[in-house]
C-alpha cells in the first residue's frame, strides 16, 4: 500500500539524516518543508521533499494535505498507564490544602493505587488500560513508554506487565515496558525496606526478566521512598539482568538521584523539578536524557523542570505525559507541549523536538521514529488547516490534530 500526501503546508521534523537527540542551541532547530510531499510505503516514510520536486509518483491513495501540516506523533516516554481505578477523591483533598507527600503518608497515594491494582483482575485491568490507550493515540502519540509500580507485589507487579504485554500484540504503535517495582515501599514491609529491596532484587527482577516483560528498570528515588543506596541497588540488578535503568529522580527533592542515574548510564532521569547546579553539571556530555513532566507540575502545583536553564546549559529535554492516577491524570501531550512552552519558556521548536525525536531516544526509539526520516514508522500526525506551527502550543488545552497515523494507518478511536 502506497499513500501519497500532497500540497502539505508544512512537513516538520524533517531529518534527512537520523540522529540520536537534539541538545542545547540545536533544539531551537526544527527542521522544515514547505509545501511538501510526503509518501508512505507498508507503513514506513520512503520519500518527502518540496512539491516542486516531486517525483511521477503511483499511489493507491493520494491525499490533499492542503492547508496540513504534518509532523511526527508523540513519543511519550514516561507513563504510568495501566492502573485501577482513579483517585478523585485525593484531588479533592489535595483543593482543600493536603499535600501530595500527606496524602502519601496517610496511606493514599501509590498505596491506594496499588490496593486497588491488587484487587482488580488482569482481563478489567487490561480493559480500563485500553480506554486511556485509544485516548492518547486520538491526542496524537506515536510511541509509549508504561510502567509497572502499582502492584508491588511479586503477583501483581507481573499482572501490570502482562497488560503492557497484551497491549503490545494488540497494537501497532512502539511500546516500551518498565519494571517500577521500586514505586513505593508496601504496608506489608513498612518496618522492613530491607525485606522488600530483597523481594525486588532476588525475585521479582529475575522473573520479569526471565520471563522478558521489561525493557527498562525504574525506581523512585526520593525521600520516604528509596534513597540513593537502594536505587544503585536496583540498578545494579537490574542492569545484571539487561534491563537498562530509566529513573524517578528529583521531583521533590535533590538527593543525588541524577548523579546515581549517570553512573549506571540511565538512558533518561525524569522528572527534575528541582535541580541544583550540580545536577546540571553531572549531566553535561553523557547520554543520559533528562525528561521533564509538565503535567505532574501543573496538577500537583510544584515547580516547573528548570527546562529554559537546562537547555541554555548545552543540555538535551524531553517532554513526557507522566500520565498516572496520582500526579498527571492526563495523557494529553499536546497539553504538556503547551505547558512546557508558557511555563518553562521552551519555544515551540524546542518542545516540538523535546516531544518527538528527544522522547524517542528516551525510549530507545529513535531509530524507529520521532522524525520525518525515510525508513522509519509512519507515525504521524495530520493536523487540522493551521496558519503556523507555532499555534499548536499556543491552543493549549485543545489539540490542532485532524487525523493520526500510525503505521500509515489511520486510526479513528
Ligand atoms: O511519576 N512520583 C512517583 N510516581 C508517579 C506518581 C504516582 C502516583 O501518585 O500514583 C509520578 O509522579
Ligand atoms: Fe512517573
Redesign the pocket.
Known amino acids: 500500500m502506497r499513500i501519497l500526501f500532497q500540497n502539505i503546508k508544512a512537513l516538520l521534523q524533517v531529518r534527512e539524516e537520523p540522529i540520536d537527540f537534539v541538545s542545547g542551541k540545536d533544539m531551537c532547530h526544527l527542521p522544515t518543508i514547505k509545501n511538501a510531499y510526503l509518501l508512505i510505503e507498508e507503513g514506513v516514510i520512503s520519500d518527502f521533499g518540496k512539491m516542486e520536486d516531486s517525483p511521477e509518483i503511483k499511489a493507491d491513495k493520494t491525499i490533499d494535505a492542503k492547508g496540513k501540516m504534518i509532523l511526527p506523533a508523540w513519543c511519550d516516554s514516561h507513563t ?1 498507564l495501566v492502573y485501577a481505578g482513579n483517585r478523585e477523591s485525593e484531588f479533592v483533598d489535595k483543593i482543600n490544602g493536603v499535600s501530595y507527600q500527606e496524602i502519601a503518608s496517610k496511606g493514599g ?2 498505596l491506594n ?1 496499588a490496593k486497588k491494582l491488587q484487587q482488580t483482575s488482569e482481563e478489567d485491568l487490561y480493559q480500563q488500560t485500553k480506554i486511556r490507550l485509544e485516548e492518547i493515540i486520538a491526542m496524537g502519540t506515536g510511541a509509549i513508554e508504561i510502567k509497572s509500580g502499582y502492584g508491588l507485589t511479586v503477583e501483581s507487579e507481573l499482572k501490570m506487565l502482562s497488560v503492557i504485554k497484551r497491549l503490545k500484540e494488540n497494537y501497532d504503535l512502539p511500546i516500551k515496558a518498565t519494571f517500577l517495582g521500586a ?1 513505593a515501599v508496601p504496608d506489608e514491609y513498612k518496618n522492613n525496606k530491607e525485606g522488600y529491596l530483597e523481594l525486588i532484587i532476588r525475585e521479582m527482577i529475575p522473573l520479569v526478566a526471565e520471563a522478558k516483560l521489561a525493557d527498562f528498570i525504574d525506581v ?1 528515588c526520593e525521600e520516604g521512598y528509596f534513597s540513593v543506596e537502594d536505587t544503585e541497588r536496583i540498578l545494579e540488578a537490574g542492569k545484571q539482568h539487561g534491563l537498562i535503568p530509566k529513573i ?1 529522580v528529583n ?1 521533590f527533592n535533590s538527593i543525588g538521584g541524577i548523579q546515581a542515574g549517570v553512573k549506571y548510564q540511565a538512558l533518561s532521569v525524569d ?1 527534575l523539578e528541582e535541580m541544583r547546579t550540580e545536577d546540571i553539571e553531572a549531566l553535561k556530555g553523557t547520554q543520559t536524557m533528562p525528561v521533564a ?1 509538565p503535567g ?1 507540575s501543573f496538577f500537583l502545583g510544584i515547580p516547573y523542570t528548570p527546562g529554559r536553564k537546562m537547555i541554555d546549559a548545552g543540555l538535551p529535554l524531553a517532554l513526557a505525559s ?1 500520565y ?5 491524570p492526563s495523557g494529553n501531550m499536546n497539553f504538556m507541549v503547551s505547558t512546557a512552552c508558557i511555563k518553562m519558556k521552551l519555544t515551540p521548536e524546542e518542545a516540538i523536538n523535546a516531544a518527538t525525536i528527544n522522547g524517542a531516544y528516551a525510549m530507545g526509539l529513535q531509530n524507529e521514529i520521532g522524525s520525518i526520516t525515510a525508513g522509519k514508522k509512519a507515525n504521524f500526525i495530520l493536523t487540522k488547516p493551521i496558519n503556523s506551527y507555532q499555534f499548536i502550543p499556543y491552543s493549549y488545552g485543545a489539540n490542532q490534530i485532524q487525523q493520526v497515523y500510525i503505521s500509515g494507518k489511520n486510526l479513528k478511536y
Open positions: 504510568h497515594g501509590i493505587s514505586h523512585f524517578h521531583q522528572h513532566l505532574c507522566d498516572n492516577p496520582g500526579s498527571s
